[in-house]
C-alpha cells in the first residue's frame, strides 16, 4: 500500500496523471468508477488532460461501484447520472463501453447483480477500481458487518449513511437501499486507488489502513490487496501514526513513476514501491 499525504489538490493532479498515464500504457483498459463528492475535482482533472493531451477512452470498458436502489429512473442523484453529468459526457467514452451498475428495484436486484459479475468476468476483469470511503469505513456500499468476501448484491444502508446523505435530498427521503460491488469483487481489482479528504472521513481512513481487519471497517480489507494507492489530504490522515513512514515511501514510489528522463510527471503505469 502506498499511501500519499499532500494538499488536495496536488492528490487530486497526481491521481489523474496515474489513471491518465494508466489509459494510455493500456487503451483498452477496464476502468471502476467511484460516485460522490470526493472524486469530483479528479473528474474534473481528468477531463481536463483529456481536452489538453487528447487522452482517448474510446476502447475503455467503465464500470460503476454502486448504486441506489430505490430512486426513480430519472432521478438526477443516481450514480450513473452524476457519473455522465461529471465525466463521462465531458470525454469520449463509447456508450457501447458503459457497464454501469444499475437495477430497476430491489426484484430486479439479485439478478442484476450476478449479471453484474459475470460482465466483470468476461471483461476479463477490472484492471484499476477508484473508491472513496463512507464516514463509518463503508467501501462503495459495503456497510460495516458486510463479508470481507462479499459479492455484488443488493443491500440496506446504515442509519449513518442515510443521515450523511440526508443533505443530498432536501426534496425527498433520502434512500435506504443499494447495490454494490462486493468487497470480494473489489479485491479482486488489479489495482485500487482510494482518494479521501477533509476531517470527516480521519476517523475511518486510521482504522481502515492501521487497525485491524474487520468486517466493522469494510474498508480494512484493502490491506488485504498487494496494490493499492491512497491519496489523502492532511485532514484525512490526522489519525495516522505512521505519516513519516509513508512519506518516505511515498517519496520513493514517486521517483521509481517519474520516468528514466526525470519528468516531474507520472509517466509509469507501474507502482513499484509497496509495503
Ligand atoms: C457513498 C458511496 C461511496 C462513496 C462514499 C463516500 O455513500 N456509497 O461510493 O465512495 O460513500 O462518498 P463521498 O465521496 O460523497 O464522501
Known amino acids: 500500500m502506498v499511501v500519499l499525504v499532500d494538499d488536495g489538490d496536488a ?4 491521481a489523474a496523471e496515474v489513471i491518465t498515464s494508466a489509459i494510455r500504457a493500456d487503451p483498452r483498459l477496464r476502468l471502476g468508477l467511484a460516485a460522490g463528492t470526493t472524486p469530483l475535482p479528479l473528474y474534473h482533472d481528468l477531463i481536463r488532460l483529456a481536452r489538453e493531451q487528447g487522452v482517448d477512452y474510446s476502447q475503455l470498458t467503465i464500470f460503476s461501484l454502486d448504486e441506489y436502489l430505490d430512486l426513480p429512473p430519472q432521478h438526477p442523484s443516481r450514480f450513473g447520472s452524476f457519473l455522465r453529468r461529471h465525466f463521462l459526457d465531458q470525454v469520449n ?3 457501447s463501453g458503459l457497464r454501469l451498475l444499475d437495477a430497476a428495484g430491489l426484484d430486479d436486484g439479485e439478478r442484476t447483480c450476478g449479471a453484474y459479475e459475470a460482465a466483470i468476468r468476461e471483461a476479463g476483469g477490472i484492471d484499476l477500481q477508484l ?3 463512507g464516514r463509518n469505513g463503508h ?3 459495503n456497510e460495516p458487518g ?3 468476501a462479499s459479492r455484488t448484491r443488493p443491500v440496506a444502508l446504515t442509519s449513518d449513511t442515510i443521515d450523511a446523505n440526508r443533505h443530498l435530498f432536501p426534496d425527498g427521503e433520502a434512500p435506504q437501499l443499494a447495490v454494490t460491488m462486493g468487497l470480494g469483487t473489489i479485491l479482486e481489482a488489479k489495482r ?3 482518494l479521501a479528504f477533509g476531517e470527516t472521513k480521519s476517523q475511518a481512513i486510521a482504522a481502515a489502513l492501521e487497525g485491524p481487519i474487520t468486517a466493522s471497517v469494510p474498508a480494512s480489507v484493502l ?3 498487494p496494490d493499492v494507492l491512497v491519496f489523502l489530504d492532511e485532514a484525512a490522515a490526522a489519525h495516522l501514526t505512521r505519516r513519516e513512514y509513508y512519506r518516505r515511501a511515498a517519496a520513493l514510489w514517486k521517483r521509481s513513476v517519474r520516468g528514466s528522463r526525470g519528468s516531474e510527471n507520472v509517466r509509469s503505469s507501474r507502482f513499484e514501491v509497496r509495503s
Not at 492528490?11 to 497526481?14: D, E, F, G, L, S
Open 93 to 95: 467514452v463509447a456508450e
Open 11 to 14: 492528490a487530486v493532479r497526481t
Open 146 to 148: 458486510s463479508s470481507l
Open 131 to 133: 473508491l472513496g470511503i
Open 192 to 194: 485500487l486507488v482510494l
Open 223 to 225: 490491506q488485504l490487496h
Open 139 to 141: 467501501l462503495g456500499f
